[in-house]
């Protein structure tokens, strides 16, 4: 659901921010109040083109921001995002942002991401239905329309196991493109496979050898300095007159003789002895690390040839050790692959026979199962949309084959509607009337309210043409509608606003000799005198009636 927006120098507005609530969102205002700055804040945060004249007069900038919460579609928006390098939702909300100058530079942010209106409109094609004069509907869709009536129709699992199919049919067929080659690509490549895969396995290489051989051939490409120092500490341990080793000892002759005359100072001839001890295994280690470093040529030759070898695999193969292994792996099964190539080719073709088979018969069962539902889809809208005013109105789903099977099967719907008798039906991407358009896909999503994840409907000029017993119904359903999305109805019509959850204001004013337009949420007796002038003028009769419809709810 939408949290919140706001809106800075676009139009008439200075700086608005209206806070959404979950539910059903009305909002109403005198005629050129500013109600369409909602629906042009919206389009513009979900990828619309922006237009340098929408900005407000003596400002330079226009910036738009909308928080969503993003419910059912969290996982989707999250893929979407991950997959376009953009920082992830917080706390399950969503922030996108939108400024653009007189200048003509454009900016689009998705939490703090820079991103392209490209990414913008996608990811608003998941969150934000807008019916009326405008193009942002997902129903205006081919594929959305099939993925509606398969979720009326409780076909999901169907098409999921259609899909899984479609993909591994698409992997055999990859699989055998790669086998089907010339004969000198096939010797080719025979050739650079068997040469890769002996390379890495004649290394008979071992991931927990690298560390150690690295250090070891570090140690001996300095074996000569590390040697030089190693015996100049065991010449001062030992090997000299004035040696360590020598003056400990006078040492200690010295605090034997304090121990002599004095009992206490014992304490310290122990602490002699322990020293003399911790001396001694410095001298031992530093004998075995001389060993250690004094490396003949043939072992040193040895050690440098293997880390060569390694550093070699890994500039070709790798970046790291595993790697290099792995590719190994690969370009082995590669190889076993070609070198059996005529076997491997009549097994794919095998799997790719009793593949297609299947295919065709879900995709047959498929067709089946949407073609039953169709009516069933078509009637539940029609009987809507005559609660909505189209009395002689026609609606049907149409069903036609696709030249090439899809991870969706072979057929293509297309949602058609005829809202007088004698008119064929035509999709609904040809609905002239934008009022039309709006009650038609409020028929359409009442019928399909528990399917359609989108979790924000935007309904502008739903109640054109529209009065009388017909306006109580726009309003019911939208607020049926509302149980399952939240609901934004820019509206006219008093009885549609008093179905609402939130009633919100548009009002101008002048401030500073500047026209400025603001949105305030109403209160109950600020509600009815808004209903009572939507229905004719501030007056007790008015406010009776407005009461009356608030009541009714």
């Not at 560390?211 to 500490?233: F, G, K, P, V, W």
């Not at 040492?251 to 002599?260: F, H, K, M, P, V």
């Not at 999503?445 to 009065?467: C, H, M, S, Y």
């Not at 548009?506 to 400025?516: C, D, F, I, M, P």
Request: hydrophobic share 40%.
């Amino acid at each position: 659901m939408l949290v919140s927006l706001r809106i800075k120098n676009l139009a008439l507005v200075e700086d608005l921010t209206l806070e959404l609530q979950p539910g059903f969102n009305a909002v109403t205002g005198e005629t050129g109040a500013g109600k369409s700055i909602l629906i042009g804040a919206l389009s513009l945060v979900l990828g619309e083109r922006a237009s340098k004249g929408l900005i407000r007069s003596g400002a330079d900038n226009c910036t738009v921001e909308a928080v969503f919460d993003l419910g059912e579609v969290a996982a989707p928006i999250a893929e979407l995002l991950e997959e376009n390098g953009l920082e992830p939702c917080e706390g399950g909300l969503l922030l996108l942002k939108r400024s653009f100058t007189a200048a003509g530079t454009n900016r689009q942010f998705v939490n703090g991401s820079p991103t392209t209106l490209t990414n913008l409109a996608a990811i608003g094609d998941w969150l934000v239905d807008m019916h009326g004069p405008h193009d942002h509907q997902s129903l205006l869709h081919a594929s959305r329309q099939l993925a509606l009536l398969d979720a009326y129709g409780g076909l999901e699992s169907q098409v999921d196991d259609l899909a899984e199919r479609v993909a591994r049919r698409a992997d055999l067929e990859q699989a055998k493109a790669d086998l089907v080659i010339d004969e000198q690509t096939y010797t080719r490549q025979l050739d650079l496979l068997r040469f890769q895969v002996g390379e890495i396995e004649s290394a008979k290489l071992d991931p927990s050898e690298e560390e150690s051989l690295e250090a070891d051939y570090q140690r001996a490409t300095n074996a000569a300095e590390l040697q030089e120092t190693a015996q100049i500490a065991t010449a001062i341990l030992d090997d000299e007159e004035d040696s360590l080793f020598t003056r400990f000892g006078q040492l200690g002759q010295q605090l034997q003789l304090l121990e002599r005359t004095d009992a206490e100072a014992a304490s310290l001839t122990d602490l002699h002895g322990q020293a003399a001890s911790l001396l001694r295994e410095l001298q031992s280690e530093l004998s075995s690390y001389l060993d250690r470093v004094d490396l003949d040529p043939a072992a040193l030759h040895e050690l440098e040839q293997r880390f060569n070898t390694l550093q070699t695999l890994k500039r070709k193969y790798g970046p790291e050790l595993v790697d290099v292994i792995e590719f190994g792996r690969e370009a082995a099964e590669k190889l076993a692959a070609l070198e059996s190539r005529d076997g491997e080719l009549e097994r794919i073709n095998g799997d790719l026979a009793r593949l297609d088979t299947e295919l065709e018969k879900h995709t047959a069962a498929l067709t089946k199962a949407r073609r039953k539902i169709l009516k069933k889809l078509g009637g539940a809208v029609v009987e809507q949309l005559r609660d909505l005013g189209f009395k002689q109105s026609h609606f049907e789903v149409g069903l036609s084959a696709t030249p090439h099977l899809t991870a969706t099967g072979r057929d293509r719907v297309e949602f058609q509607f005829a809202p007088n008798v004698g008119e064929p039906p035509q999709p609904l991407r040809a609905i002239a009337s934008s009022g039309e358009m709006a009650r038609v896909m409020l028929a359409i999503k009442t019928v399909l309210a528990a399917q359609d994840r989108i979790p924000l409907l935007v309904f502008d000029e739903v109640d054109a043409n529209v009065g009388g017993e017909t306006a109580h119904v726009v309003g019911e359903k939208m607020k049926w509608i509302a149980n399952n999305r939240q609901v934004l109805c820019i509206t006219h019509l008093p009885q549609v606003a008093a179905a609402a959850n939130r009633h919100y204001l548009v009002a101008k004013h002048v401030e500073s000799g500047r026209t400025l337009t603001e949105i305030t949420p109403l209160e109950e007796e600020s509600r009815i005198a808004e209903l009572a002038r939507m229905l004719g003028g501030d007056r007790e009769i008015t406010r009776q009636h407005a009461r009356e419809l608030l009541s009714s709810r």
